[in-house]
């Protein structure tokens, strides 16, 4: 009772004292942390794990949903095969021009092992509910050899960054925010020249992300590919990123402003990839 | 007791919040509209005139610290906002009459002023940028309307929850 009458005459006082708290706070996680507390790291599995158990039935009763209504289109999609099936000749020639390709396409990821990275397959258990920041949380973490900083790509591309590992989740940052990128390294190819920038920030307006001081000596074109420069952290080299759709010069004209659409689709993140770099490639 | 179906119910709302980023933002005739209610907030204001300042408090404490550490990439976001909303009830509750419709609107607007203030914070820190227009009409206001529907629910539940007590006191 006691405390609830000091409560009552003091609530403006308390009011004020907590605002220097969270001020306090947001200092606290503005700053870069490389290590997640032990108390974090519990609290964030305990919550996980039983997201994890209560989402089990509905997850169960989604995926008879989608058998049921996966039959209704099957009928069409029988009539699309068919068609395929006709299509089979063509298909055997592509087939064959797309095996010379490949053997191509194999020898540069030869070149290009030096920035060889390891994958680790994640489920997101959970976006977050206020979706400001999109940050989404994944079922692996310290066990699984995730650390902070590593990158996380969908199938399409680079997504986020790992912020907080728990033992058994982790917390991902999208490179969409403003909260996670401190201006991160890319690199972008114009045929076969390479220069680098750096992300400014997300452009929630456009949905593309703005990278900046890219040196003027190659003119870059819309449809240039953006990938991670190997620069930032953790990162490994050449993840693909984004497309350029427009860009411009800086407001002194020394270097140019390129607006990246993102290959990932932001909005339906299910499965990533959390991509390990070959610690040898860090220690120099 | 009471507590323990006070957290169960919390948990299962939190993840019912959850849930709507899913399939949320949506996209309707080519603009993107986000839906996103606040279910556990508006339980546990509710629980501050069922339940009681003292409970609600705590689970707004609790609740606040599990969120921060869960989700939130600033640390107090949560826990400040809901005790200060908790607050807020009770506060807005002297002034107000207890009846549905007075305390309907309270609950609503104060999980408005939640998204608000949250929108505010990220704000000024820079790590969002969406015009204030284009949060109230694309944000706000379907927000509220998807919590307005989930009000009815959580006022039954509310009301539920803060029986338990009762019953339990009159076996003692």
């Known amino acids: 009772m006691r405390v609830t009458k000091f409560f009552n005459r003091n609530r403006m006082l308390i009011v004020l004292f907590g605002i220097v708290v969270l001020i306090a ?21 305990t919550v996980a794990a039983t997201q994890q158990a209560a989402g089990a039935p509905f997850g169960f009763i989604g995926n008879i949903f989608s058998n049921i209504t996966g039959s209704f289109s099957a009928l069409e999609e029988n009539r699309k095969l068919k068609q395929q099936l006709d299509m089979l000749p063509q298909l055997q020639a592509d087939n064959e021009r797309l095996a010379a390709e490949n053997e191509k396409l194999r020898k ?67 490179i969409s925010t403003n909260a996670s990128q401190n201006n991160m390294s890319v690199e972008v190819r114009h045929d076969d020249e390479a220069v680098y920038g750096n992300i400014r920030n997300y452009d929630t307006e456009k949905d593309v992300l703005v990278v900046e001081n890219i040196q003027s000596k190659v003119k870059l074109e819309e449809g240039d590919e953006v990938y991670t420069s190997g620069l930032t952290g953790a990162f490994p080299e050449g993840i693909v990123i984004g497309k350029v759709v427009e860009v411009e010069n800086d407001e002194y004209g020394l270097s140019q402003n390129a607006y990246v659409q993102m290959n990932s689709d932001l909005n339906d993140v299910d499965n990533v990839f959390v991509l390990k770099r070959d610690p040898e490639s860090l220690e120099d | ?94 002034v107000f009459y207890r009846d549905f419709v007075a305390m309907a609107f309270v609950v609503l607007l104060n999980s408005f002023l939640f998204d608000f203030y949250q ?25 509220v309307l998807v919590s307005a529907l989930f009000f009815v629910i959580l006022y039954v539940l509310a009301i539920q929850t803060a029986k338990v007590r009762k019953e339990l006191r009159r076996i003692n």
């Open chain 2, 1 to 94: 007791m009471q507590m323990i179906v006070i957290f169960i119910i919390g948990i299962i709302l939190m993840y019912t919040d959850m849930a709507f980023a899913t399939f949320s933002p949506m996209t309707v005739f080519g603009v993107e509209v986000y839906f996103v209610p606040k279910l556990l907030l508006m339980y546990i204001l509710l629980l501050t005139i069922y339940a009681g300042p003292r409970i609600s408090m705590f689970f707004a404490i609790l609740f606040g610290v599990m969120l921060d550490i869960y989700i939130g990439s600033l640390y107090g976001i949560h826990i400040f906002g809901f005790i200060a909303f908790v607050v807020f009830m009770q506060t807005a509750f002297r």
């Open chain 1, 108 to 174: 540069s990821l030869e070149v290009s092992s030096s920035m060889a990275y390891e994958t680790v397959n994640a489920r997101v258990i959970s976006r977050a509910p206020d979706q400001w920041l999109e940050s989404f949380t994944i079922d692996k973490g310290e066990k699984d050899g995730i650390k902070e900083g590593m990158a996380v790509s969908t199938s399409e591309g680079l997504i986020g960054i790992v912020t907080r590992v728990n033992g058994g989740s982790s917390f991902i940052e999208m």
């Open chain 2, 119 to 143: 929108y505010a914070v990220y704000s000024v820190l820079d790590f969002i940028s969406m015009p204030v227009f284009d949060y109230v009409a694309l944000r706000a206001i379907p927000s």
């Open chain 1, 25 to 45: 706070l947001i200092g606290f996680s503005l700053t870069d942390r490389d290590a997640t507390t032990k108390a974090e790291q519990f609290t964030g599995d």
